[in-house]
């Protein structure tokens, strides 16, 4: 930097131009500022130079500041060339400005430039992350010439809003995809909860052999593992990680601590953990083991970890706190539940959220303070929903309190007028206080608000493939053999199990059954 100084004073001292090889070399640094200001002084800049910066300040930003450039090459006169649009629709999307972009197009085709295959993907990816799916198409269709990154650029554009189908037509029609388009089509299942097809999509990759998996992918598939426990692919593809150097990137290394965390095998995710190190350690690293430690019964340990945070100068988040609060609740730890609770505003200034407060009306509920709970869920700053009324029914269900168990439902049957779930525990709480009239209350209400139950299924990993199941599936190959195992395991539960607890659960799936 010094020795551009120099030449910069030099040139200004000698009245030698050296403006092109000052800010080409400036911006390689890049020092953005200092060479906007040298094009300032510029007697007779050239639209290579105010195409330079623009292309920085859309990868660097700020992002405003391309349009400034833009207006002043307006001004002096220049015709604007593809290359310039190509980074003024990029930093449009950044800023997300439909009005700021839908200018630019009309710029953009009166200077006739819409016949540049990259500018018009930029368009094409502008309006794809603004959400204007509608004009992003219509680009895309009326394009003579696409290559992949034109494709990407829609396929995750309709992921991210979740058409799933409509980025899946498109992949599929795709003339020839790169590992872009893979991860776009992955990452877009396993962002809108499809965790199973983001699986299936990745094997299919893997099959098909012609491109491998970088570290984005990786970190698109492995939370779909963790999320359908799909735990022997999943060590398969930390392997694959591990072998390619992936395993050092942030995203991957945090994806591979949240699968065996998910999964239960804490001992695996705490020796990960510690792979990662302290210096590469993020907050998502500290909250991930948190809540897997909570979760899976061990409060004593994530609340360790917990407090270990500030010592190791990490300051909590809102995340945090759900899975401090949550260990708490799964070690009937109320005072302390209280306390981290209490802590958030005074000592961290974070106001809790709804989430927060479900997980308090989870922790009162277990504990048997259903009156504490309720007063709770009518003293928070916002509207209770169904999460946390529904967490305050299934703790009447268990303590067995019609009172508030009906002031639950009540606001359910609202909230999730067709939520089968609430009518059943509600009609099981009756049932175990006798209160025959509510059962057949709530049986002649679901039949005339024609509230029906969905088929409810469950994934299980077997020999690194998932298999799914739906109630009484008999479509499986091994399905004599399953259902004889299951009459062996009901028999069992019948004969060794709480007679009167077997019964009720039967009774709810009987009552959460289709009226006809």
């Known amino acids: 930097m010094n020795h ?62 391309c349009f400034s450039l ?8 220049f015709s604007p060339n593809p290359n310039s649009f190509t980074f003024l629709f990029s930093a449009c999307a950044k800023l997300s400005n439909p009005s700021q972009g839908q200018m630019l197009h009309a710029h953009f085709i009166k200077f006739g430039l819409d016949y540049d295959v990259y500018a018009l993907t930029a368009l094409v990816d502008m309006y794809a992350k603004m959400g204007l799916l509608r004009f992003s198409r219509k680009i895309f269709d009326e394009m003579n010439d696409k290559d992949a990154p034109t494709w990407n ?10 058409d799933m189908d409509e980025a899946l037509r498109l992949f599929s029609n795709m003339p020839s995809r790169n590992v872009i388009s893979w991860t776009a089509i992955i990452s877009g299942y396993s962002q809108n909860g499809k965790y199973k097809e983001a699986l ?57 601590l949240e699968l065996y965390a998910r999964c239960g095998v804490i001992e695996k995710a705490m020796q990960v953990f510690d792979e990662i190190g302290s210096g590469n350690r993020n907050l998502c690293s500290w909250n991930t083991l948190i809540m897997g430690l909570a979760v899976h019964g061990r409060c004593d340990g994530a609340l360790e970890i917990f407090n270990q945070m500030p010592t190791k100068g990490v300051t909590p988040d809102d995340v945090t706190f759900v899975g401090a609060i949550l ?55 916002m509207k209770p929903d169904s999460v946390v009324w529904g967490t305050l029914l299934g703790a009447c269900s268990f303590h067995g309190n019609v009172e508030l168990g009906e002031k639950a439902a009540e606001s359910l049957f609202v909230l999730e007028p067709l939520n089968p779930g609430n009518y059943v525990i509600m009609s099981n709480i009756y049932a ?23 088929a409810g299924h469950s994934f299980i990993e077997e020999g690194g493939v998932i298999h799914k199941f739906i109630v009484e599936d008999k479509s499986h190959e091994r399905c004599d053999d399953i259902f004889t195992a299951l009459d062996c395991v009901t028999a069992e539960m019948k004969f060794d199990g709480n007679a009167i607890g077997f019964d009720s659960i039967v009774d709810e799936i009987r009552f959460s059954e289709p009226y006809s």
């Open 4 to 65: 551009l100084k120099q030449i910069h004073a030099h040139a200004l001292r000698n009245g030698t131009d050296f403006t092109n090889y000052l800010i080409t070399k400036l911006l390689e640094i890049p020092n953005i500022n200092y060479a906007h200001k040298v094009l300032d002084k510029t007697p007779d800049p050239t639209l290579f130079l105010y195409s330079k910066l623009i292309k920085a300040y859309s990868s660097h930003g700020p992002h405003f500041q």
């Open 70 to 77: 833009y207006s002043q090459i307006l001004h002096l006169s």
């Open 153 to 162: 650029s829609l396929i995750a554009g309709y992921a991210k809003n979740g």
């Open 200 to 256: 299936e999509m990745y094997l299919a990759m893997e099959r098909d052999g012609k491109v491998k998996p970088n570290h984005v992918t990786l970190a698109s598939v492995l939370p779909a593992c963790a999320n359908l426990g799909a735990l022997e692919v999943g060590q398969r593809i930390e392997a694959y990680a591990r072998a390619n150097g992936y395993f050092k990137n942030a995203f991957v290394c945090n994806a591979v």
């Open 327 to 381: 260990a708490c609740t799964h070690g009937g730890m109320v005072d302390k539940g209280r306390e981290i609770f209490d802590s958030m505003e005074k000592r961290f200034s974070i106001t809790p959220k709804i989430e927060h407060y479900g997980c308090m009306v989870d922790l009162l509920g277990r504990a048997g303070l259903l009156q504490e709970a309720y007063k709770l869920i009518k003293a928070m700053p």
């Open 432 to 454: 175990r206080a006798g209160r025959w009239n509510g059962v057949a209350k709530l049986r002649k209400l679901m039949k005339g608000s024609n509230v029906v139950k969905g």
